[in-house]
């Protein structure tokens, strides 16, 4: 049953990881965070946040904040070149929904689902930058 324990635990810890941050439980719809991150995903570290300054939305904010967190665990617990580092991923998944009741007709009610969502962005050294 537990064959090839120590060889797999080798194998796992032998990948380079990847800087990245996560934040959780954030107050928006996965569906408004992920057009963002569209279009920082595959741009310069440097260039995303140039990016992610500019935009109006509440989601960019939010997508800042763990972008800077990426970088900021990249240079001090990696000791990477910021200059050097590209977005590899960056997605949001969903989180748990708050689920409230509104007062409808006749006694029923309609379900509000306030959503919820967890921000991933995973940065990556350029081999040539």
Do not use: C, W
Not at 55 to 82: C, F, Q, R, Y
């Amino acid at each position: 049953m537990a064959t090839r324990i120590r060889q797999k635990a080798e194998k796992r810890n032998a990948k380079e990881k990847k800087a990245f941050a996560v934040a959780k439980y954030v107050r928006m719809s996965p569906s408004k965070i992920t057009y963002i991150l569209d279009l920082v995903r595959g741009k310069k570290a440097q260039d995303a946040v140039a990016i992610l300054e500019n935009m109006p939305d509440k989601g960019a904010l939010e997508s800042l904040k763990v972008l800077k967190s990426a970088i900021a665990n990249a240079e001090n617990n990696m000791g990477k070149n910021v200059d050097s580092l590209i977005v590899k991923e960056a997605y949001a998944t969903s989180g748990p929904m708050f689920k409230r009741m509104s007062a409808r007709a006749k006694g029923s009610g309609n379900v509000i689902l306030k959503k919820t969502s967890h921000i991933t962005i995973v940065l990556d050294e350029v081999v040539g930058g």
